[in-house]
């Protein structure tokens, strides 16, 4: 089966077009999927940075608390200790 060149080029110019459509189908594809995994991307983020700042946020509570139990228990001491030197 040999065929000229002349048919060969016919063939393979046949077979680009058929495979053309396709490629492009194919790329819009990738492209929506792509967009679409940008878009939760950047949800995960945000999530992230509201739940880092909502953590922080707590963690200053906690630490104020203990700022104040440390205060209270230095201040009792103190106290302790001037009603010992007193009496």
Do not use: W
């Not at 594809?29 to 509201?50: G, P, S, Y």
């Not at 963690?59 to 106290?79: A, D, E, R």
């Amino acid at each position: 089966m040999v065929k000229s060149f002349s048919e060969l080029r016919e063939s393979v110019g046949n077979a680009i077009q058929d495979v053309e459509p396709v490629y492009e189908k194919t790329e819009k594809f990738l492209d929506i999927v792509d967009t679409k995994i940008n878009k939760i991307a950047k949800d995960i983020r945000e999530e992230m940075a509201e739940e880092r700042e909502a953590i922080h946020k707590s963690q200053i509570k906690y630490l104020c608390i203990n700022i104040l139990i440390l205060i209270t228990s230095v201040g009792t001491l103190f106290i302790n200790k001037f009603i010992n030197f007193i009496f």
